[in-house]
């Protein structure tokens, strides 16, 4: 793969959905890094991109016109005081990996969400205590050096190629904690200025 090019990173459109599909697709067919059994259609992930659009950020990394990776957040949870919470989502093209895109869609994503009035962002990863072909250490290694901390585990909560695996959420505080904090300000919103 040529690494000479220039990484940008914007926010995706419904447009990529296709590029999208096909960076997450090896995911859902050969790993327990999701928990989807079958591959989203083109039509679903455009749904999916236009749903996140509504209140947060979801960006690409693009070289030559070409996707490597995405990042977006979700919220955490619908209740009102989950506002200035994220789920924060990353998958990479997986022969881009190890070039640093993951960091660089993540530190753009908390740029944005830290401008949202969010201060805490969660990743839910697989986990299986001995890893395998279908599932590595390399995404909670990725986030400890991100700067997340393990906060939970749950056990067997997910089934796929014939074995059980576990969830974990790691958590980061990207900004602080303060009474009366500042009102969550929608992604849209943010285009704007």
């Not at 950020?57 to 009102?80: D, F, H, Q, T």
């Not at 969010?118 to 909670?140: F, G, K, M």
Request: include cysteine; aromatic fraction near 12%; hydrophobic fraction near 40%.
């Amino acid at each position: 793969m040529d690494t000479t090019g220039k990484i940008t990173i914007r926010t995706a459109t419904p447009e990529d959905a296709r590029a999208l599909v096909a960076i997450y697709a090896p995911y859902v067919l050969e790993t327990g890094i999701t928990f989807e059994y079958d591959v989203p259609t083109e039509e679903e992930f455009r749904r999916r991109i236009e749903g996140v659009l509504r209140r947060y950020p979801y960006l690409v990394a693009e070289r030559e016109g070409g996707l490597l990776g995405y990042s977006y957040a979700n919220p955490l949870g619908e209740r009102a005081a989950f506002s200035r919470a994220a789920e924060t989502v990353l998958y990479v093209r997986r022969d881009a990996r190890g070039l640093g895109i993951g960091t660089s869609l993540y530190r753009r994503l908390e740029e944005i969400l830290r401008r949202q009035n969010v201060t805490n962002v969660n990743a839910c990863i697989a986990w299986r205590d001995e890893e395998d072909e279908t599932l590595t250490h390399a995404s909670p290694a990725f986030h400890a050096a991100a700067g997340y901390r393990k906060i939970a585990h749950f056990t067997a909560c997910g089934y796929k190629f014939g074995r059980w695996y576990d969830l974990i959420w790691m958590e980061k505080f990207i900004g602080e904690h303060v009474d009366a904090p500042p009102a969550f300000i929608p992604f849209p919103s943010l285009e704007a200025d």
